[in-house]
């Protein structure tokens, strides 16, 4: 099972991008990469999910270097309503083996 | 829009009760999952369900069992609740057969066991 890593917290500003980084060295060929935003007393909610290289959509954007054992979610221009928990997943293709990441208390200030 | 409900958002218990939390989806997905989650261990698999009547072992089975009768809904039980079980409880769906398709998540139960 891919394990993953990512760092318990970060501050920033509003208005600014925000970087995300998750380890999985042991990440499988088929293994999937989604990311997760979880606000208090809710469950978590999809962002972008990805495979290889870059990834974007309206919220975020996902970079996933060659060898895949690292991704960065990046936020661009975040606001005050983007403080929540953020979850690195990365599932295989088939399976039940799902290992969510501790998470990322991103806070955002004003 | 996808919309998983669960029965209830908190529930308080004593030791050795016997505790069922129930969860609905209204997509028609094939895979049903129960996740606990707990501060500093993020999101932990308890069981997972492909199918009606099917389930697997999560990460973190002991304590629990499930019951899937139905495709919409998928129940946790805990058959003897203990103190260290309190914890906040999601359930989970998702269509296919891939784990990698996008999980939608209701909004938690918070259980307390005394």
């Known amino acids: 099972l891919a394990k993953t890593t990512q760092p318990i917290s970060m501050d920033s500003y509003e208005g600014q991008e925000v970087n995300i980084t998750c380890s999985h060295n042991?990440?499988?060929?088929?293994?999937?990469i989604t990311w997760y935003q979880q606000f208090p007393s809710q469950g978590p909610r999809f962002i972008i999910q990805g495979y290889k290289t870059k990834v974007t959509n309206e919220v975020a954007s996902l970079f996933i270097p060659a060898d895949r054992k690292s991704s960065t979610l990046s936020l661009p221009r975040v606001s005050l309503s983007d403080t929540a928990v953020y979850y690195c997943l990365v599932a295989p293709l088939y399976g039940n083996k799902l290992v969510f990441g501790a998470g990322t208390i991103l806070r955002v200030k004003s | 829009d996808v919309k998983v409900t669960q029965s209830s958002r908190y529930l308080v218990k004593r030791t050795g009760e016997k505790v069922f939390l129930e969860c609905v989806q209204d997509m028609d997905h094939e895979n049903m999952f129960w996740y606990r989650q707990d501060p500093g261990l993020g999101l932990r698999l308890i069981y997972f369900s492909y199918d009606v009547k099917m389930k697997e072992k999560g990460d973190i089975p002991e304590g629990y069992s499930v019951s899937r009768e139905k495709k919409e809904r998928f129940s946790l039980i805990l058959e003897s609740a203990s103190t260290n079980q309190t914890s906040m409880y999601l359930c989970a769906s998702s269509d296919g057969t891939r784990g990698g398709e996008t999980q939608y998540f209701g909004p938690g139960t918070r259980l307390l066991v005394l």
């Open positions: 042991n990440i499988a060929t088929n293994d999937y």
